[in-house]
């Protein structure tokens, strides 16, 4: 969350540093569930630092479909953006249409 604030404050480079140590507390104290959530968070820094390879390449490896999607729009390709967030979407309409 805290890389997240330093993004929207424009401090990208805090925003770095933040995620490098929450990374390797992640690691240091095998909470690897967490990943995703700090994967994420590093692939909005990716893209801000103009990094799409770096992004989509983390985006895929961790299976995060609203990361993927992000990366796309960066890359002027909204079709795929939306193709990749479809499953998603079905998912939820599915879940509220049993509730």
């Known amino acids: 969350m805290l890389a997240r604030l330093r993004l929207a404050q424009g401090d990208v480079s805090g925003a770095v540093a933040v995620l490098d ?11 690897v569930f967490r990943m995703p959530d700090v994967a994420a968070a590093q692939v909005l820094t990716l893209l801000r630092q103009g990094s799409l390879s770096a992004a989509a390449h983390l ?16 890359q002027s390709d909204p ?19 049993s509730q």
Not at 21 to 31: I, K, L, M, P
Not at 59 to 74: C, E, F, K, N, W
């Open 21 to 31: 140590e929450a990374e390797a507390f992640v690691r240091r104290h095998h909470f």
């Open 59 to 74: 985006a895929h490896l961790y299976d995060l479909p609203l990361s993927q999607a992000r990366v796309y729009l960066a």
């Open 79 to 97: 079709s795929t953006a939306l193709a990749v967030l479809l499953p998603c979407r079905r998912q939820v309409e599915a879940k509220s249409l």
